[in-house]
């Protein structure tokens, strides 16, 4: 198993620019969460899926983000326009069933925006 | 506010000491787990507690759950290097429909094991 994996592993952007993190899940996991860290916040829950339907979207921190999953096994993660509090390492996730399962993290993108 | 406190937040030792980490609330958690992030990769899971009181070992790392399932600590015995990275906690709510659960971490503990 590949576990899961996520791509860009490193992004650099200019402010206004619009950025898209792709990630795909571990084989037969249901649950999906996107997540960001960073040294002041530490890592904050943006949104999970559940069955490829957003359960809760709250982590969101505004219109420029948006998430989707037009699969089972994908999902996307997209800022337009970003902005360079936006810059921070993001990571998806992916589980059996929800946060009861054991979470498989991929190992990030680090988006810088200047 | 940070639902889950974690500390201390940084901790330099030298080999072969003990530590042990905190990991607070003032919220009831369903269960707890930890993780441990080394640089440039993702968290991995450590262990879960589930029930109020519960410890759990894995090797040298001893877990414990709190009675009232609000904290957690973890007890490292003789740390080696390999032990050196971030350790997170994160507790597992139950929404308010019941049915899926949300996971919040805690900051972290950077641990330093030097040699």
């Known amino acids: 198993d590949a576990g899961v994996i996520q791509s860009p592993r490193h992004e650099v952007t200019e402010m206004g620019q619009e950025v898209t993190l792709r990630c795909k899940l571990i084989s037969g996991h249901n649950s999906l969460f996107w997540y960001r860290q960073t040294m002041m916040r530490g890592l904050e829950l943006l949104i999970y899926?559940?069955?490829?339907?957003?359960?809760?979207d709250s982590g969101m921190p505004e219109d420029r983000f948006s998430a989707k999953m037009p699969n089972a096994s994908f999902s996307t993660l997209k800022i337009q326009p970003s902005e360079p509090r936006d810059s921070a390492v993001y990571f998806c996730a992916s589980s059996l069933r929800g946060g009861r399962s054991p979470l498989h993290f991929g190992n990030g993108t680090r988006l810088t925006v200047t | 506010t940070q639902l889950l406190e974690q500390s201390p937040q940084f901790l330099s030792i030298q080999e072969g000491e003990n530590l042990t980490v905190y990991c607070n609330s003032s919220s009831v958690f369903s269960s707890l787990q930890w993780y441990r992030q080394e640089p440039g990769e993702g968290p991995v899971l450590l262990v879960t507690?589930?029930?109020?009181?519960e410890v759990k070992k894995l090797k040298r790392l001893t877990f414990q759950f709190g009675d009232a399932r609000k904290d957690s600590s973890l007890h490292i015995t003789a740390a080696q290097p390999g032990d050196t990275g971030l350790y997170l906690c994160?507790?597992?709510?139950?929404?308010?429909?019941?049915?899926?659960?949300?996971?919040?971490f805690g900051k972290g503990t950077l641990l330093t094991v030097n040699p």
């Open positions: 507690v589930v029930t109020g009181g």
């Open positions: 994160a507790g597992l709510l139950p929404n308010s429909g019941g049915s899926n659960y949300k996971l919040t």
């Open positions: 899926f559940n069955n490829n339907v957003p359960i809760d």
